[in-house]
């Protein structure tokens, strides 16, 4: 087989990129700028770090470790990848896929007609989700080939407002609301779930550069580099730029603007009305494309858990009505339920993708369980204090509140980074004291399908 390791990697690297974006995501970059101001730099490194280097270091961890998700959680816990999946779950349900049709309505529709009446919000996502159920559980490629399509139209239209953005600015970066730019947009891009969505997905670009023939150990690091480097580029110029954008509207938006009013408004000032339009049809149907595609999996995990018992057709339709309603709520109130278990999960995620990386220099599976069991109990406790914050319980933790504060690193939300740590250590030394064996690296045999 006749091999050309650029332009495997530019197409899987594109394919990448496509996974990543999730048009949803697009709220974000911009209330991270226009929060940071003029500190648009410590922003965009955080925003970069959490958004764009973690998600693809997560694919490079489970390419190091073996072929899919469960290569890396074996280590932990033989159950962990079900606990992983159970959380995924969870943010397909209550997160992204209710986000994507939220941004679709707010950003879409509204954009294009912002004057509609309210109840047109229902019979727009009845059609929408309508649509996102017919594919899902037809299992159609149409829904493929649609987003094939979308996704360069999406991307060039927003790599033109990029440009337009340092060409003919609205403004300069000044003001900003950050108290701690670097860490609170690290922190803010928790919601773009994507360290999770690395994680999960990373078994489908190991198999494809693996079918165009790279089995060799060190090819397939090779091109799988550049796959990473090539989704990487292309989601910094647009989320980087976003970004910046956000942060040049400080005088003419306030920092408690709704996320897709504010993307809505800067686009109109740098592109025009005509900008709005293309933007939002294919903001439109690449949530749609999103949400099919997500309903799929979601559905194909619920079966396989189910073991065939409920029809496959009646899973879909029950995720459908559960992301419907969610949607239904609003981007804003989507995102405050969301945070928690975003939050929740990547601690978690973090541990196990720098782990993963780093392989080499981490002893034993004891190390494994120190590190990722300490980091999801203080999740824990972070995910219910984003809860609070949010409005969404009013219990209050005073005592607990003070100690977690004394910890290294808490007041910029980095509460779980030096317990890790320690936990690293402490599960290493009494793994070894113990006597126990770890398990192999070996690239397991038959990979499942949903990783």
């Known amino acids: ?20 974006f999730g048009a949803g995501n697009l709220i974000f970059p911009p209330q991270i700028g226009l929060m940071s101001g003029e500190a648009v730099l410590a922003g965009v490194i955080g925003m970069t770090l959490t958004g764009i280097l973690l998600p693809m270091l997560a694919v490079a961890a489970v390419g190091n470790m073996g072929d899919n998700l469960r290569s890396i959680t074996r280590h932990v816990n033989p159950w962990w990848h079900v606990l992983y999946m159970v959380l995924g779950m969870f943010i397909i349900l209550f997160g992204t896929i209710p986000r994507a049709g939220a941004v679709a309505y707010e950003t879409g529709l509204l954009g294009i007609f912002p004057q509609l009446p309210s109840y047109s919000k229902w019979i727009f996502l009845l059609v929408f989700f309508g649509i996102s159920y017919y594919f899902a559980s037809n299992k159609s490629n149409v829904v493929d080939r649609i987003g094939k399509l979308v996704t360069p139209i999406l991307l ?112 109109q000032r740098v592109a025009g009305y005509g900008g709005i339009v293309v933007l939002s049809i294919a903001i439109i149907f690449a949530c749609l ?48 339920v969301s945070g928690p278990i975003f939050t929740f999960i990547y601690p978690m995620s973090i541990v196990m993708t720098i782990m993963g990386v780093c ?17 999801t109990l203080f999740s824990l406790y972070d995910a219910f204090a984003v809860a609070r914050a949010n409005g969404l319980v009013a219990l209050q933790t005073d005592g607990l509140d003070r100690l977690i504060g004394m910890i290294p690193l808490s007041e910029f939300g980095f509460d779980w980074l030096i317990p890790s740590i320690i936990g690293f250590i402490a599960g290493a030394l009494i793994w070894k004291a113990l006597g126990k064996e770890s398990l192999t690296d070996e690239r397991l045999e038959q990979p499942e399908a949903v990783e």
């Open 289 to 336: 494309t999103t949400a099919a595609g997500m309903i799929a999996t979601g559905s194909d995990w619920a079966d396989m858990a189910f073991k065939g018992k409920v029809p496959y057709r009646v899973i879909a339709l029950v995720i459908t009505l559960i992301i419907f309603l969610m949607a239904s709520t609003g981007a804003s109130f989507v995102i405050k």
């Open 1 to 20: 087989m006749k091999k050309n390791t650029w332009k495997d990697s530019l197409v899987i690297g594109f394919a990448m990129f496509a996974v990543f």
């Open 156 to 267: 060039i239209a927003l790599v033109i407002i990029v440009v337009l953005t340092f060409v003919n600015p609205i403004g300069s970066p000044g003001g900003g609301s950050y108290e701690h730019p670097f860490s609170d947009a690290f922190l803010t891009a928790y919601n773009t779930g994507d360290v999770g969505t690395g994680l999960v997905c990373a078994g489908i670009f190991i198999a494809a550069i693996r079918g165009k023939g790279y089995t060799e150990e060190k090819e397939f690091r090779s091109v799988l580099f550049k796959v990473i480097a090539v989704s990487f580029v292309i989601l910094f110029i647009v989320y980087g730029g976003l970004c910046y954008l956000g942060s040049t509207g400080t005088e003419l938006f306030e920092a408690d603007t709704d996320q897709t009013a504010l993307l809505v408004g800067l686009i």
């Open 359 to 375: 392989k080499k220099w981490v002893p034993n599976d004891g190390a494994w369980k120190g590190a990722v069991y300490v980091a």
